[in-house]
């Protein structure tokens, strides 16, 4: 099977993407229809718009500081984001983005029985916190570099400072589902987690990934070939790649899982709005989320891939970003990302 390329777009009518066994773009067999009568919506535009496991001692509550932003202590450096208010607010944002474009699902893998759960890169817990209310039978972990979880969670639901990249702490056969946001491109060696993911994970239990892919692509022609936005993504992804990682991971991941051994890999995509111009109400919702989740991130998202990586000056970092956030809240454009849910099995005993 080959894998998916970085100019891969999903196509009109369905149409499988070539790394995914079984893939389905939903919400996409058509072009999003956009509003009449202008693209916001009075109600919503503004102009304003582990070899090492780690309990949360107070070493590890520690935090690093770099051009006014917080960043995490433990293996520092290894994740190149903040982990600071805002940050954690705009991360919420996007859960509720993500549990919209979904339906109301936390997952789409079809879990039974379930008992022991993993979340990697928990980030704030909220889809641990949501997850033990909807199970709460089951037994709810969520690991980060970060220590920012909230202390009033569900009784079934605990979080530990780990690293996900590090050899995990339990034995074979011990989770009956492995969830992870947002990890494919900031994970080093995506195929050495699967691989602790493939030993940890009862057989017949699920891994399922959520991810996004950074590139605006648009079907009605109102998109500029020079679209800052996707050369602000370009800079993003040549900065990770000073530090091994992957903006476009996500078009591997399918193609990963099946070298794992995982089988009935699955990966449906489905359009993404930046902005609230679909003429759809609920796509119209999540546009508004997606674009403010981008807004809100410029700089958080930029200082380290642009500033570390790439050798930008903090200032010049700044400069630049008022033309991407000019782009970004052009209301005659309509640009759209791929959101990618890409889930498999271990094969049953």
């Known amino acids: ?40 919506d009075a109600g919503y535009y503004t102009d304003e718009a582990s070899s090492i496991s780690t309990s949360l001692s107070s070493s590890v509550r520690d935090f690093a500081f770099e051009n006014g932003r917080r960043y995490h202590k433990f293996r520092e450096g290894a994740y190149q984001f903040p982990n600071d208010e805002p940050e954690q607010a705009r991360e919420d944002m996007k859960h509720a983005m993500i549990v919209n474009i979904c339906d109301g699902r936390l997952h789409y893998a079809p879990l039974e029985n379930l008992q022991q759960v993993l979340d990697l890169g928990t980030g704030t817990g909220i889809w641990c916190i949501d997850m033990g209310d909807e199970y709460p039978s089951a037994s709810i972990l969520g690991i980060d570099l970060s220590p920012i979880q909230p202390n009033w969670v569900p009784p079934n639901v605990k979080f530990m400072v780990d690293d996900f990249e590090s050899p995990w702490l339990q034995g074979e056969n011990h989770f009956d ?26 057989p017949g239990g699920w891994i399922e990934f959520q991810e996004q892919q950074f590139h605006a692509l648009c079907d009605d ?9 996707n050369e602000w993504w370009e800079h993003l992804g040549k900065g ?67 500033a570390r990586g790439l050798g930008w000056s903090p200032d010049e970092v700044r400069v630049y970003l008022v033309g991407v956030r000019k782009a970004l809240m052009d209301r005659s454009i309509h640009s759209y990302m791929t959101f990618h849910v890409i889930y498999g099995q271990k094969p049953p005993s």
Request: hydrophobic content about 40%; overall charge negative; aromatic content about 4%.
């Open 1 to 40: 099977m080959s894998s998916p390329t970085k100019d891969k777009t999903p196509e009109q009518g369905g149409t499988h993407i070539a790394a995914s066994p079984a893939s389905q773009l939903e919400h996409g067999e058509d072009a999003i229809e956009a509003a009449d009568g202008g693209d916001e």
């Open 177 to 202: 589902f492995v969830h992870a946001r947002a990890i494919a491109p900031i994970t080093k060696d995506l195929p050495k987690v699967l691989s602790e993911a493939y030993r940890t994970i009862k």
């Open 221 to 229: 022609g109102t998109m500029p070939e020079n679209y800052l936005l």
């Open 240 to 306: 990770l790649e000073v530090f091994g990682r992957d903006l476009a991971a996500v078009l591997k991941t399918a193609q990963h899982l099946t070298d794992a051994g995982f089988i009935n890999v699955e990966e449906r995509v489905v359009k993404l709005p930046i902005g609230p111009w679909a003429k759809d109400k609920k796509l119209r919702t999540v546009g508004l989320y997606s674009r403010a989740s981008i807004e809100d991130g410029l700089e958080g998202l930029s200082l380290g891939p642009m």
